[in-house]
């Protein structure tokens, strides 16, 4: 069962994630400027005098027409207090000693530690076990370990990857289509 729609704006980029109770909502208001996708969704609405139920069909990902995304899409996208996207991009692996984890087992660490003025962004955090995490402290990733792998910022369609549960096959197409090389999700 679909779970999530993928919606866009008219020119194709990634806005949100919605239910496909508010995808019906776009439909109906013919907001939906086009869709795509081989699953689809029947809704069963109300029905008629003549006792006849009226159905919808959303399809996993569509895209918005007029101004009903504008300001929607931000053009930077932040890490956000939740770990679970910055875990699914570092594949559960910490980057001082290679051991992939649960990630009850994990957590963020600031490459330059939040106590020496570094920020909380995807470019300065990476995926520690708890063990290594507590061993670095605040320390410089110099006086510590080297890293593992260097932290980057997801591109848009990443980031909606990395956000999304229960991504349908349409939708991980269309999202992993301009995904960059240097991305953990390619192989």
């Not at 109770?21 to 907001?31: L, P």
């Not at 932290?151 to 980031?159: I, K």
């Amino acid at each position: 069962m679909m779970t999530q729609i993928l919606v866009l704006d008219v020119a194709g980029r990634p806005a949100k994630w919605i239910s496909p109770n508010d995808a019906a909502i776009y439909y109906a208001n013919r907001k939906v400027a086009w869709d795509l996708g081989d699953e689809t969704l029947t809704l069963r609405g109300g029905h008629d005098r003549n006792g006849e139920q009226s159905l919808l069909t959303v399809k996993p990902v569509i895209a918005i027409a007029g101004r009903a995304m504008l300001g929607s899409v931000r053009q930077e996208l932040p890490l956000g207090d939740q770990n679970h996207m910055l875990f699914k991009r570092d594949r559960h692996m910490c980057a001082y000693c290679g051991g992939v984890f649960a990630p009850k087992d994990l957590s963020r660490d600031h490459v330059l530690a939040s106590s020496r003025g570094g920020p909380n962004t995807f470019a300065n955090c990476v995926t520690a076990c708890k063990k290594c995490n507590g061993e670095k402290g605040d320390k410089l990733v110099e006086q510590f370990r080297p890293l593992l792998y260097v932290p980057y910022t997801p591109c848009r369609n990443e980031h909606f990857i990395l956000q999304g549960r229960n991504i349908l096959a349409d939708q991980m197409a269309y999202l992993s289509l301009k995904l960059p090389q240097h991305s953990r999700l390619r192989s």
